[in-house]
Structures are given as C-alpha cells and as structure tokens.
C-alpha cells in the first residue's frame, strides 16, 4: 500500500492512500491520537488502519490532480554515505587530502551517517532541490530511503534525492554539513511504501535522469543490491545513541554519480526511478 501527503485541487492538505490512478482521502477524525501520515506509519498494522480510515463520503480524486507534498511530518532526515562501490572511487577522486577516509568507511564497521535536513527542508514531487549558490560542481544523488519507526523498525520505503555540492565536500571533508545541508538540499516522495526490512533487495532497480533543455544529458542506473550494509545494520546504527521520538528517514547512500566533469544548471530536470515504488522528479534551481 502507498502513503502521501497531498494537496487537493480544493488547496486542502490530506493524507491519501495512492491507488492505480487515483488517490482515496482518509478521514482523521474516526480514531484518537492518529492526525498525521506518521501516526499510521508508526502503528502495530498501517495498512489496517489506512484502509480503516478511508473517507468513503469522498469520492477518489485523479492522481493528476492533486499535488504530491513531501511524505515528512516531524521526521528528521538522515543519510548513509560510501554505501556502494561507486560513490567510494568517487569520493577518493574529488578528495586530494581525504581519500583514505572513504576507503576506510566504506569498510569499516561503524557505517558514515550524517544529518541531512530537517522536514522543513525537505521539497517533494515536482518541487524545486536547489544547487547551492557557491558551489560549481553540484549534482543529485539517487537513494532509496528507509522510514524508520521510533523503536528503529523499517516501516516504509521512499525515493530520496541527497543533493551534493562535489566541490565544497572535496575541498575539506569538515566541510560536508554545508555541502549536504541548506535550503531545499532533500527531495523525498512522491509517497511512502508500506513495509519492513525483509524486503528483496536484488529485485530493485534505481535509475538516474537528467534533462538539459528537454535532452538527455546524464543517465545511469544501479541494483539496490549493490548496497554494501543491510537495512537493519544502517538502523542500528542510527539508533546506538539517539533516540527519534517522532521516526527518521534515513537514506542508505548513492550507487550512481554521473561523471567529473558533469554539474547541475539551473531548469535541469532530475528524474529518478526505483522499481516497486515509483518516479520522483524535480527541477533544479540555483541561488
Ligand atoms: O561522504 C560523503 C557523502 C557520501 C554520500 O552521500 C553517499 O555515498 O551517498
Ligand atoms: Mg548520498
């Protein structure tokens, strides 16, 4: 079953089950104590509740129709890096000084985990991610991101996009807050895919897209079962130290990163598809 927030033709903010072409409004009202998308996610059986609370006075709106707000209520969003192979080699390139460290991470026991934006910063489908304005080199990293409950349990399944500046990261990897965190850094949606972390990791497929003036100018793709930690190691992990009293949203790392000499422009277009969940797109803007 999938989750979203939406906004109606009505310019009212609901949360939806997604269906085939069209999105069912659920009625908050019914039960105490449930008023947001994380409310259901975080309960002993989502999808009993989701189809408990559909509003059957409410006649299914077409998907086309409603517009798709980033799945986050207070969540906090965290990342894995140097998860895959290739974002590894890349960081050893763009790194002069630092290139040990993402050979020893990638390696390591303990995974690189690092913050990555607060729900307020996150933008979702079709909304605008954002190249900072003093970077050059920029580009978008596709992840499939995990949310995870309170007592660090998967429960659902998303499409994440953790925007990168490559060359402030480089520079200095103290640097990597303000290559990774600032306005509109995190795209997450278009919803939430009910599940947990026994999930087939070698039947996903993630795809990158980039259009310049309606050409292709950056494709690539990745399996998900590139990734080198399992989904409960990334949770644990998280979790040693922190609690998360509203969940987390943690994306697992990028296994696609186009190549040196490519960087974002503004009205770039970047798709990126997971297979099982779905299409996330957003227009990039600089400044
Ligand atoms: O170490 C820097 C960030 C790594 C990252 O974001 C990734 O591998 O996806
Ligand atoms: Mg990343």
């Known amino acids: 079953m999938k989750l979203a927030r939406v906004l109606l033709p009505n310019q009212e903010i609901h949360v939806v089950v997604v269906e085939e072409s069209a999105v069912r409004v659920l009625d908050f009202s019914q039960v105490q104590n449930v008023q947001r998308l994380t409310d259901i ?6 999808t009993g509740l989701a189809n408990f609370l559909i509003d ?28 895959y192979k290739r974002s590894q080699q890349a960081r050893m390139e763009e790194s002069e000084h630092a290139a ?14 690092f913050f990555k934006a ?4 996150v933008v979702g489908h079709q909304e605008p991610v954002r190249v900072r304005n003093d970077s050059s080199w920029s580009v978008p990293e596709p992840e499939f991101a995990i949310f995870l409950t309170p007592e660090m349990h998967v429960c659902g399944y998303t499409i994440g996009n953790d925007m990168s500046a490559r060359d402030i990261e480089g520079e200095n990897p103290l640097y990597l807050p303000q290559a990774k965190v600032y306005n509109q850094c995190c795209s997450l949606g278009p919803w939430v895919t009910l599940g947990s972390s026994d999930f ?8 990158l897209g980039i259009e310049r003036n309606k050409e292709q100018v950056f494709s690539g793709e990745t399996k998900l079962d590139q990734l080198n930690r399992t ?14 009293p509203n969940g987390v949203v943690l994306l697992t790392g990028t296994g696609i990163i186009p190549p040196d000499e490519f960087t974002l ?9 997971i ?13």
Do not use: C
């Open 41 to 46: 996610l975080h309960s002993p059986d989502p």
């Open 275 to 287: 297979s099982n969940i779905g299409q996330l797109i957003n227009p990039v803007e600089k400044g």
């Open 231 to 244: 989904l409960d190691e990334l949770a644990s992990w998280l979790g040693k130290e922190m609690d998360f």
């Open 56 to 83: 059957t006075n409410v006649a299914p709106v077409a998907i086309e129709e409603v517009h798709f707000l980033a799945p986050v209520d207070q969540q906090e969003v965290w990342a894995a890096g140097v998860t």
């Open 200 to 207: 087939d990791l070698s039947s996903v497929d993630i795809k």
């Open 118 to 121: 607060t729900a307020q910063r």
């Open 100 to 113: 040990s460290h993402y050979d020893l991470v990638y390696s390591a026991d303990r995974p690189e985990l």
């Open 265 to 273: 422009e503004s009205g770039d277009v970047v798709t990126i598809d």
